[in-house]
């Protein structure tokens, strides 16, 4: 079949939709942009927000007017979400739940997958990572948290990790395809556990038995975190990166709780401030999320300070939108869509000067870039090691290169960089 993938969402969606791509590919259907009459279309949506729930179904109805013979599939979390809800949808053919999509390739073909394609399919063993510099690596998925705004845990389940030699494979098999970087990523990453490994001996795994040259952190919860990590990135520089995601959500400890979040302000700040007083040019994001019910001013204004305080560079801002399910449906004190929208353009607006403060200081800097793309004037552009974008004007190729430059100058959030060393 002609078959075009659309995928939603987070990194661990973006690994996964690769699987599916080529798993199909195994099965010799022919990949194509969903605007080339594709026979079938698979959806790998996301239903973390409702925002993101809305993208697909507008994608969908778009895809549907202009092929409607076309047949749709779902899958994803917005798969699972469909089957939970036994919601029927007209322009939707098929629902494949998230726990189902890693056999579908074989499925669509009446194949009954065995033990090891399951074990292989259950992780997507990934050859490439089309149309990326830097690939992602799926670790760990579910969650045993719940956050009580939270629909991850219904949608993926408990948290559960990937056999430390499945991922020792894969990361061979990305360096040897060229890939420079790779993103650890998952649900609660912080949470790997395999035999005796931790995500720290995971990653002291990666150093020593691999070349990868850069290895990135996606995501990790606060309780994932601890001063071992942190010393292990600031004694490996050279190949973790010194950029940490941690999600804060709010600053205010009486919305924490109502969240059920496993740490207060107190917590944060600590591991945070250690965080940047070990770890040398390290870059701090994160998730926060405005607009809980019965947030008042004073607890976004905590919020807001804390971010301050900790100069918190790169943020992620959701505002709280219900999800089917969850405890916080049941909170009262709905938050008028005006004031998060009011809330949300401010705390952008603060991350945005946290991160130009934070590219001035690199200014005069050395740094390492990878470069990933050119943009059709010779300006090649990619990210140093602390997740800042750099951009070149270079003649020939620097795709997917490692680069020493020295930061010379800056245009908004980018740096404008002198290339120092080819390595
Ligand atoms: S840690 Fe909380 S917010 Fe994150 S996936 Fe788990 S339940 Fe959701």
């Not at 956050?147 to 559960?160: A, N, Q, T, W």
């Not at 990790?161 to 790779?182: C, M, T, Y």
């Not at 001063?227 to 924490?256: F, K, T, W, Y």
Request: hydrophobic share 35%; glycine share 8%; proline share 4%.
């Amino acid at each position: 079949m002609k078959i075009a993938i659309k995928t939603f969402g987070c990194r661990l969606n973006q690994y996964e939709g690769e699987g599916i791509r080529e798993g199909l590919k195994r099965h010799g259907h022919q990949i194509v942009d969903p605007a080339n009459e594709p026979d079938m279309v698979i959806i790998n949506g996301c239903a973390v927000t409702q925002r993101a729930e809305q993208k697909a179904f507008q994608f969908i109805r778009k895809q549907k007017r202009s092929f409607p013979e076309s047949r749709i599939l779902v899958t994803g979390c917005l798969g699972t979400l469909i089957k939970m809800e036994k919601t029927n949808y007209p322009w939707v053919d098929i629902v494949y739940p998230q726990n189902e999509k890693s056999f579908m390739a074989g499925v669509l073909e009446k194949e009954k997958p065995t033990i090891q394609q399951g074990v292989s399919a259950a992780w997507f063993d990934i050859q490439d990572f089309a149309r990326h510099t830097r690939a992602f690596l799926k670790i760990q998925d579910g969650c045993d948290n719940r956050c009580s705004y939270c629909i991850v845990p219904f949608l993926r389940g408990c948290s559960y990790s990937r056999p430390v030699d499945n991922i020792l494979k894969q990361a061979q098999i990305l360096e040897n395809n060229g890939f420079k970087e790779v993103v650890l990523t998952g649900v609660n990453i912080g949470d790997y556990k395999d035999k005796e490994y931790r995500l720290l001996s995971l990653l002291k795994l990666l150093l020593s038995q691999t070349d990868l040259p850069r290895i990135r952190l996606s995501s990790i919860e606060l309780e994932g975190l601890d001063e071992d990590l942190i010393r292990l990135i600031a004694d490996n520089q050279e190949r973790i990166m010194p950029h940490i995601h941690v999600p804060l959500q709010s600053g205010s400890d009486r919305v924490l709780r109502l969240m059920n979040r496993s740490y207060n302000s107190a917590d944060y700040s600590r591991i945070i401030s250690l965080a940047q007083s070990v770890i040398p040019g390290l870059l701090v994001g994160t998730d926060v999320m405005v607009g809980f019910p019965g947030e008042v001013d004073d607890d976004f204004n905590r919020t807001r300070e804390l971010i301050e305080e900790l100069e918190i560079q790169h943020l992620h801002i959701f505002r709280y939108s219900p999800r089917p399910g969850v405890p916080s449906v049941k909170f009262s004190g709905e938050i008028d869509p005006g004031i998060k929208k009011d809330r949300s353009k401010i705390l952008q607006e603060l991350g945005q000067r946290n991160k130009k403060r934070f590219i001035k200081g690199l200014l005069g800097h050395d740094l390492k870039v990878l470069f990933e793309k050119e943009d059709g004037f010779g300006h090649w552009e990619g990210l140093s090691e602390n997740y800042i974008k750099c951009f070149v004007k270079y003649k020939s190729t620097l795709h997917n290169k490692i680069v020493q430059v020295k930061a010379v100058g800056m245009s908004e959030l980018k740096l404008k960089v002198e290339i120092e060393r080819l390595t």
